[in-house]
């Protein structure tokens, strides 16, 4: 049974940067039919889909967070990370990690979600 | 403001039936498959329909999907108190290349 586990600092200062780690297991990293996302909500709001990367490394990248969003994976170590420059306090939310399946682009794995807030 | 267009909310009594809408456009919902997901208030969203109208392992027949031009629709019948939730439509844009979601519909069983 694949499971995704999100990891990372439940609080990053303005203007520094948010690092998350979600760490896959029970299923390949590398799978040909599959890409791994993120996905974020803020507080009392809905499903924002920030990027994603396939087996291949391509990524996507919402334009409005492009300048500032990297995502990749560490196939030695079972696990893709995000990377959000430059926080601001809009960027507090639940970020989850998901996998979803080519072509089809549902999420059929999720992780529980981990809460990280923009506060000096 | 969301890709896809969900209304805030719906209600409906105890096993009564009620549909969810999703309106998109002709890059997205009009040409991809679309899902569904649910999500309880503080847990992660859950798949519910995927390819537009199949169901994973595990998810009843009360639950089904649709889709027609560029307008998707969730449909949930014998409606039960465990189905309030929050409800998402997604799927891809093809002029963006990027995932997106509708904002969501508020499910409440009266």
């Known amino acids: 049974q694949l499971q995704l586990q999100e990891s990372g600092p439940g609080l990053v200062k303005p203007s520094e940067t948010l690092s998350l780690t979600c760490a896959v297991s029970g299923a390949p990293l590398m799978s040909e039919i599959h890409y791994w996302a993120w996905v974020r909500q803020p507080p009392g709001k809905g499903l924002e889909w920030i990027g994603a990367?396939?087996?291949?490394?391509?990524?996507y990248y919402d334009p409005s967070l492009k300048r500032r969003v990297t995502i990749f994976t560490d196939t030695s170590k079972m696990e893709f990370s995000l990377i959000l420059t430059s926080v601001t306090a809009a960027d507090t939310a639940v970020y989850y990690c998901?996998?979803?399946?080519?072509?089809?682009?549902?999420?059929?794995?999720w992780g529980q979600g981990a809460l990280a807030t923009v506060s000096s | 403001q969301s890709v896809l267009t969900q209304p805030p909310s719906v209600s409906a009594a105890p096993g009564q039936r009620v549909t969810i809408s999703c309106s998109g456009s002709s890059s997205n919902i009009g040409s991809k498959y679309v899902s569904w997901y649910q999500q309880v208030p503080g847990t992660a969203p859950k798949l519910l329909i995927y390819?537009?109208?199949e169901r994973p392992s595990g998810i009843p027949d009360r639950f089904s999907g649709s889709k027609s031009g560029t307008s998707a629709t969730l449909v949930i019948t014998g409606l039960q108190t465990g189905d309030e939730a929050d409800y998402y439509c997604g799927t891809w844009d093809n002029s963006l290349s990027i995932g997106v979601f509708g904002g969501g519909t508020k499910l409440t069983v009266l």
């Open positions: 990367i396939n087996y291949s490394g391509n990524t």
């Open positions: 998901a996998r979803g399946r080519l072509l089809s682009d549902y999420f059929d794995y």
């Open positions: 390819d537009t109208s």
